[in-house]
C-alpha cells in the first residue's frame, strides 16, 4: 500500500491543545508499516509553541491508519502572526509513498492587538534638564514589532531653539512592553521667558 496524510493542510486557533494529523494507507496491509516524519515551520518546538519531534510512527498490522499528534499547543498571551508546523513523511517500511507526504498545520493567533498609549499625558522639568524622555505603553507586551507616528507641536520652538525632536515614527519591539520619545537638547537659555 501506499502511506500518506489524510489532508495536506489544517488549521486551528491556539488555544485548542493538541492536533492529531492522520497518516492513511491505501489499503489495510497484513504487515505493520512504518513511516519516518520530520518537523519543521514557523513555530518553535519543544515546548515554546508546541510540542512535537521528528519520529517514527507505526501503522499495526490490519490498521488503516494511525495519528501524528502535535501535543501541547501553548495558548499565550502575544499578539503574534499565525505560526506553522510542518510535518514531512519519508522512509516507509512495507509501504511506498503515496501523494500527500507533507502536512502543515496552521496555528492560527487568539490574541487582541495591543493598545499603544503615552504612560502619563503630561511632565515638566526645568530648561537646565538636557533631555527628557516620554513614555509609550503598550496594554501588553506584543509577539510583533508595533510602530505608531507622532507629531510634535506646542509653544516650545523646535530644531534647536529651544528643543531637538521633529516628527516620527517611534518602534516598539516585539517582546517589549515600552519605548521612549526622547525630547532632546533642550536650551538652557539666559531668558526670562
Known amino acids: 500500500p501506499t502511506v500518506a496524510f489524510n489532508t495536506t493542510s489544517s488549521s486551528g486557533l491556539e488555544s485548542v491543545a493538541s ?5 492513511d494507507l491505501s489499503a489495510v496491509s ?20 508546541y510540542t ?6 507505526t501503522i499495526a498490522a490490519g ?7 502535535i501535543a501541547s499547543i501553548v495558548d499565550d498571551l502575544l499578539d503574534e502572526t499565525n505560526e506553522t508546523v510542518i510535518v514531512t513523511l ?10 500527500n507526504t507533507v502536512h502543515t498545520y496552521t496555528i492560527t493567533d487568539n490574541d487582541a ?16 534638564v538636557a ?3 516620554v513614555q509609550v505603553d503598550l496594554s501588553a507586551t506584543s509577539g510583533l514589532a508595533v510602530t505608531v507616528d507622532y507629531v510634535v ?8 531653539t529651544d528643543y531637538t525632536l521633529a516628527n516620527g515614527t517611534l518602534t516598539i519591539s516585539a517582546g517589549s512592553a515600552n519605548n521612549n520619545i526622547t525630547i532632546a537638547s533642550i536650551v538652557d537659555d539666559l531668558l526670562d521667558e
Open 52 to 57: 512535537l519531534a521528528n519520529g517514527t510512527l
Open 19 to 23: 492536533k492529531n494529523l492522520q497518516v
Open 63 to 69: 490498521s488503516a491508519n494511525n495519528n501524528i499528534t
Open 113 to 128: 492587538t495591543p493598545t499603544v498609549a503615552f504612560n502619563t499625558t503630561s511632565s515638566s522639568g526645568l530648561e537646565s
Open 30 to 49: 497484513g504487515l505493520a508499516v512504518t513511516v519516518d516524519y520530520v518537523v519543521t515551520g514557523t513555530a518553535t518546538g519543544s515546548g515554546t509553541d
Open 131 to 133: 533631555s527628557k524622555n
Open 153 to 160: 507641536t506646542g509653544t516650545a520652538t523646535g530644531s534647536g
Open 90 to 99: 519519508s522512509n516507509p517500511v512495507n509501504a511506498t509513498l503515496g501523494a
